[in-house]
């Protein structure tokens, strides 16, 4: 499998159209493969919330970082199988609504799943995680047999 470099949109204005771009790059990425209509994160998408995340590799690590602000630590959910990491859990209503006017409602609530496929083999005895300011940080340590490795060429 192979990584494609990802750009980040340049966001600087707000546009009532940003929202039609990003329902056109989830529809070009279900076209990619047609199991992936299938998969939790399109239904997710369909459903109105995923929470944003970035993933990068350094030498020995690779790093999750989660948008998810507004929830409690104990709402989140991490698990890893083979090479599968899953995010889940549960954004509450803070304040009970029904006998209030509500005049705008833009924050998602309710459950979320996102599932990856990681690039890589990692250490699952060594995973942390920490959640703070609404940012979750999940570090995957690289399995031995990930990690580069250089070999010597010995002239005979």
Request: a negative charge; charged letters at 30%.
């Amino acid at each position: 499998m192979a990584l494609i470099r990802w750009q980040r949109p340049e966001m600087n204005v707000w546009s009532p159209f940003r929202h039609l771009s990003t329902l056109r790059d989830e529809i070009d990425r279900l076209f990619d493969s047609p199991l992936n209509a299938l998969t939790n994160d399109s239904q997710q998408f369909l459903n109105g919330w995923l929470p944003t995340l970035d993933l990068h590799e350094d030498k020995d690590h690779l790093v999750l970082k989660a948008e998810l602000p507004g929830m409690k630590k104990e709402d989140i959910d991490i698990s890893l199988h083979g090479d599968v990491l899953t995010l889940s859990g549960e954004r509450k209503e803070e304040e009970n609504y029904e006998k209030a006017e509500t005049y705008r409602a833009e924050r998602f609530l309710g459950r979320f799943q996102r599932t990856l496929t990681l690039p890589f083999a990692v250490n699952a005895s060594k995973v942390q995680a920490s959640y703070k300011d609404g940012i979750l940080t999940v570090t995957l340590p690289k399995a031995e047999e990930a990690k580069p490795k250089q070999i010597q060429v010995k002239v005979d």
